[in-house]
């Protein structure tokens, strides 16, 4: 995937992608796992920009990526942060930072859901 080139329109609307000095993609393009991975993380950062945003709240008929059982990880960050990381079969490992304060209310909700 060497120097492969994800940017956005001008308007935010769509997403741009380009070889070299922005020449155009070959008819066909094939990636190795660590390559998907690399794209996935670019375009998950372009993403992040672009309109319409993704919704703060989450939306009945949205779309999901459900990860069943994931596996996951608690652990102690700086400036008192507690990262939570949830590993989805295709996306890798996705890490929120949480302050304590929000990773207090995460824990009264799950304890108050799994009653």
Do not use: C
């Not at 990636?31 to 709240?57: K, N, S, Y």
């Amino acid at each position: 995937m060497v120097g492969l080139n994800i940017t956005v329109s001008p308007d935010k609307r769509e997403l741009i992608i380009s070889g070299p000095d922005g020449q155009e993609l070959p008819g066909k393009l094939v990636l190795e796992a660590t390559e998907i991975d690399d794209l996935i993380r670019g375009l998950v950062g372009v993403r992040a920009g672009m309109d319409p945003p993704i919704p703060d709240t989450l939306e009945p008929t949205g779309r999901y990526y459900p990860a069943a059982n994931p596996r996951w990880v608690l652990r102690q960050e700086a400036f008192d942060q507690v990262a939570l990381g949830l590993q989805h079969r295709g996306l890798g490992w996705v890490l929120n930072l949480f302050s304590k304060a929000q990773a207090q209310k995460l824990a009264v909700s799950l304890s108050a859901i799994t009653r």
